[in-house]
Every structure is written in structure tokens, then in C-alpha cells.
């Protein structure tokens, strides 16, 4: 039997490594523990990228690297994905916009009189303001996420069923959100080194999904004809003797919301004040999430719609 203090990665083991936001692949050339004093430290490992020069090899946590499989190839794809559909497309250049901009008449016999030029004053300062809150916008790190066609077909499906079919997903979800990202946490969390940074991270990326998902839900992850099953749930948490008492709607709400969820979450997290390496950090947990629940579709996605309830004019809580 091995020892438990064993390297997880072997010498000249092919593997694939995390170099900011994407994954390489990679091949271990020498392990060594974090701290000699210490067995329990864990150990970190030399790689060399495929196709790149010696001096990018380098020391890396186990953290940063993934076994070389299906599923983290699949991973490193979708990454590589993520990052082409966040490049911005080339600007359009308007030449000379600007110089072709014409003077307000500025001498004192002008036909407009001093309350107009106050007005075109007033104006001018609005305008700045919007351009200096648009600058602020543009300087908060974007987040574009990739969702692999399998997903978006479902999405599509979920689409149709609910505003075409008239149908919806039955509640309380049989894979409730919360049971859902428990079983990725799990599996994603043998891959890690307790009480690494990664691990924390991990962690934090679980709670504030089902954060976002509760919050969310009501407000924009719902069609139209889902309101009233929505008031319905919520009567139903709230009440005292109910079997939903005191839960959250990430405990009621499905695979197929979260999904919803996960297409939503750009917009959302673009109006956060997260710094740029937060947002890279975010963006590599969640494209691992969504490779998971895709490889994990048979298991997730087998709900049978049900017949819609007629609407009334009742409103739902947000």
C-alpha cells in the first residue's frame, strides 16, 4: 500500500497544468515536498508544457494540475472556449468622428442666447457623467462563460416545454440545486489538498452559487407561467408545517434552473466590484461546474414536465 504522504503525480507523468485561466498540457519532471519538516505539507511539482521553451518550466502546487483524462481534456477545451468567445470583437473605427465634430458659435452675437448656452453647459456635464460611468463599467473585468451544445440544447427544450408546451418542471425537484452542486462538490473536492487555498476556493464558489440561485430566482430566472407555481412554493416554505418549511429555493429548484442560473451569471457578476484575479479564479471553477454537469447529464436532466396550472392575476413574490 502506498503511503498516504505519497506524490499524487509521478515523475514523467503526462499532465494537464493550470497557467492562469487555461489549461496546458503538461509533463512532470521532478516532485518535491512543500516543506521538508513536514510530511503533511503536501508536495509540488516541476512541469514542463508541451511545446514550449525550457524557461517556462516551473514549480506548481498540486492545486494547478488536473490528471491527464477525457474529462479534463474536455475541461481544458471548454476554457479554451470560454476565452475565445470573451475576446471582444474588433472595433469598427469611425474615422474622424471626433475632428469632424462641429464648434457651438461661441461669439456674443450668436442667436443663441446666454440660457441656451447654459442649457448645452448642463448637457455637456451629463453627458460626461455617463461617459465616466460607462469607463467604469468598461474597466470591471468581464466574465464570459462557455456552455457546451449538449447543455444549450436542453436549455432550448426547457424553453419550448414551458412557453410553447405549456408545461413545467415539477417541484420539489427529485435534484434539487443544492443536492445537485453537493455531489460536484464532493467529487471535485478529492482532487484538492485539504485546506489548500483551492480547497477554500472550492468552497466558496458552492455557497455562492446557491447564494445567487436563491436571490435570483424570482427575479430572473423564471418564465411568465411559472409565477404561480413560484407563489406556491413560496407559500409553502413559509408556512410552519409544511414539508418545504424553511428550506430555500435552491432546495425545491432543479438542474434546469441552475442552468438558467449559469447563462445569467455574467451579467450578474459584471455588476459586482470583483478584481480582475477573483474573476479568473471564478470563471475557471465554473467552467469545471458546467463540465461536470454536462458529463453528468443522464443522471440530471430526466425530469418529466407536467401540465401548467391556468394563470391568474395574482402576484408572485420576487
Known amino acids: 500500500m502506498a503511503p498516504t504522504n505519497a506524490p499524487a503525480y509521478s515523475k514523467d507523468e503526462k499532465v494537464l497544468c493550470f497557467h492562469h485561466e487555461l489549461l496546458y498540457e503538461a509533463k512532470v519532471t521532478d516532485t518535491r515536498p ?3 519538516n513536514d510530511k503533511k505539507s503536501g508536495h509540488e511539482y516541476r512541469v ?11 514549480w506548481v502546487p498540486q492545486d494547478r494540475l488536473r490528471k491527464f483524462n477525457e474529462e479534463n481534456k474536455e475541461l481544458a477545451q471548454n476554457l479554451k472556449n470560454a476565452m475565445d468567445a470573451s475576446r471582444p470583437p474588433p472595433r469598427s473605427s469611425k474615422a474622424g468622428s471626433a475632428s469632424h465634430k462641429k464648434k457651438l458659435p461661441s461669439d456674443g452675437g450668436s442667436i443663441r442666447g446666454s440660457e441656451e448656452r447654459a442649457m448645452m453647459r448642463g448637457q455637456k456635464r451629463g453627458r460626461d457623467f455617463d461617459l465616466e460611468k460607462e469607463e467604469a463599467a468598461e474597466k470591471r473585468p468581464t466574465i ?3 456552455i457546451p451544445d449538449n447543455l444549450k440544447e436542453i436549455l432550448v427544450d426547457d424553453w419550448e416545454r414551458i412557453t410553447k408546451s405549456h408545461q413545467l418542471v415539477p417541484l420539489p425537484s427529485k435534484m434539487p440545486v443544492s443536492y445537485v452542486l453537493d455531489q460536484w462538490f464532493q467529487e471535485e473536492e478529492r482532487k484538492r489538498r485539504p485546506g489548500s487555498a483551492d480547497a477554500d476556493v472550492l468552497e466558496e464558489v458552492k455557497q455562492g452559487v446557491i447564494e445567487y440561485f436563491n436571490r435570483s430566482l424570482g427575479k430572473i430566472l423564471l418564465y411568465r407561467a411559472e409565477r404561480e407555481q413560484l407563489k406556491d412554493i413560496y407559500d409553502r416554505m413559509s408556512s410552519g408545517t409544511d414539508e418545504l ?6 432546495d425545491v429548484y432543479g438542474p434546469e434552473h441552475l442552468c438558467r442560473l449559469l447563462v445569467s451569471l455574467p451579467e450578474l457578476i459584471g455588476q459586482t466590484n470583483m478584481d480582475a484575479p477573483a474573476v479568473e479564479r471564478l470563471k475557471r471553477e465554473l467552467a469545471i461546474l458546467i463540465s461536470w454537469l454536462n458529463k453528468h447529464i443522464p443522471e440530471l436532466f430526466n425530469t418529466e414536465y407536467v401540465a401548467a396550472e391556468p394563470e391568474t392575476d395574482e402576484k408572485s413574490p420576487a
Open 48 to 58: 514542463h508544457y508541451k511545446g514550449w521553451k525550457n524557461t517556462w518550466d516551473d
Open 245 to 250: 418549511a424553511g428550506k430555500q429555493y435552491a
Open 34 to 36: 512543500v516543506d521538508q
Open 144 to 146: 464570459r462563460i462557455y
